[in-house]
Structure formats: structure tokens, C-alpha cells
């Protein structure tokens, strides 16, 4: 099965979208498709009033800025992605991690960094039966990146979900886990849009790492392809929607993760 996540710039060119969203829909096996809307809520939080955050690639959130994202991301960019999967004989259902109990949370200790109202998930958390039987009925689920705790929605990172789903599924599925962004695929120089890392074993990542010279939004992906390999997911890939959903299967452009 194929679980994908899409983000960045993707859900913001709607040419892209939309072309995206077809070849999505083309995949015959069980898929399940995650998505963010950062930036989108990051745009209509600047309109309310309500200054973003971020720490390593992730963001801060608090009492008000969960009310945004609930909002944005449970509801106008989710549905917007059903309704379009729809249109393309797709039976998507948007679905949050609160939504029949599919991804219950913990949240975030405060230690050096008071994240505030964000979810950390393990598989454990990961209703696997249930979504096991939406697959098996053809029904395809879209995630937004909302997880749930004692009765209160939890931010939670959608790299992160779309891992821990691909770790928990993978007792029923060989798993592809597709990370798809605006870039190539993961960039030695954050500057050459042409420094494609191909392949990217954990070794050559702790080099690069200790050199600094990934970029802080890039961060989240990489430590979610690792922690998805070491559990057991069959593969990784990281890079541009298109080329990606397109050449499912086989070699792709992008940077594949492996152990």
C-alpha cells in the first residue's frame, strides 16, 4: 500500500494540486493520503491576527493558534481535498485522529521547549483494525494533522503521522511511504535546486547532519523516514509529488531513505 503526505508548496498551486490529486486517485492499491496546510493556516493566522511560531521546523502552538489550525486544517484544507477526490470517482473521508479514535495522542512534556498543545503518537496509538476495514472497503482516508488527548484536539506534525501510520499498517501491508514537497527531493545545498541527495543511508545523514547543512524544515521529514525504516516500513521516498506518485513501482526520481 502507498501512504503519502503532501505539504509546502503542493497544496498552494493549485495547478499542482490538482495534478497531484489525479495521479492520486489513478493508484490502485490501498492508499492513504496525510496532509499539512502550514502555510495556508501561517496566511490566515496572519489575517486574524495570530503570529506563528516555529522552533527546528515545528510549530509552537497554543490555545489560539490550535483553535486556527483545528479550523484550517480539519476543515478548510481537508474538505477542499475530499470534495476534489470526489470529482475524480475517489471515495476519500476526511478524517482527523479524534474521528472514530484512529490516532489518539499524548501531550508534549515541556522540557527545554514548551511546544504547547501538540500530540506525540506511537503505533500503539494508531487505530490499525478500523483502518484496515475502511481499506478493505475501498474508502480512501485523508488525514489532516490533528491528533486527540483527555477530550482536546493535539497539533501534531503530519511527517510524523504519516510515519507512525506507515509503521503501525505495515502489519497488514509492504508499505512505500511517500513524503512529497515542493522540492527534487532532499537538497545538499538548500540554495541549488539541483543537489539532490539520491540516496541518503543514516550514516551519510548523521555526516551531513553534524555539518549542518539540511535546512530546519527538512528536519521533521528525515527523523520520521528514519524512525519509519527502523520499525519497518519497506521503503522512503522524499521528493516532488509528481514524479513521485507517478513512478510508483519504480525508480523514481527523489531521495530514497534507507537504514
Known sequence: MFIIKIG????????????????FASIKEPKILIHGGGKIATKIGNQLGIESNYIKGRRITDAETLDLVTMVYGGLVNKQIVAALQKLSCNAIGVTGADANLISAVKRPVKEIDYGFVGDIRPAGVNTALLHELLKQNTVPVFAPLT????????????????????????YFDVRLIFCFEK???????NDAGSVINHLPKKLYDEYFAQGIFADGI???????????????KEVLIGESIDLVKNTGQE????????
Open 8 to 23: 509546502g508548496n503542493v497544496l498552494d498551486d493549485q495547478q499542482m494540486l490538482t495534478a497531484f490529486l489525479k495521479d
Open 148 to 171: 486527540h488527548a483527555d477530550g482536546n484536539m493535539l497539533n501534531t506534525n503530519a511527517d510524523t503521522i504519516a510515519s507512525v501510520l506507515a509503521v503501525a499498517l505495515s502489519k
Open 184 to 190: 527534487k527531493g532532499v537538497l545538499k545545498n538548500v
Open 219 to 233: 528536519l521533521p521529514k528525515l527523523e520520521n523516514a528514519y524512525a519509519a525504516i527502523d520499525a519497518g516500513v
Open 252 to 259: 523514481t526520481s527523489g531521495t530514497l531513505i534507507t537504514k
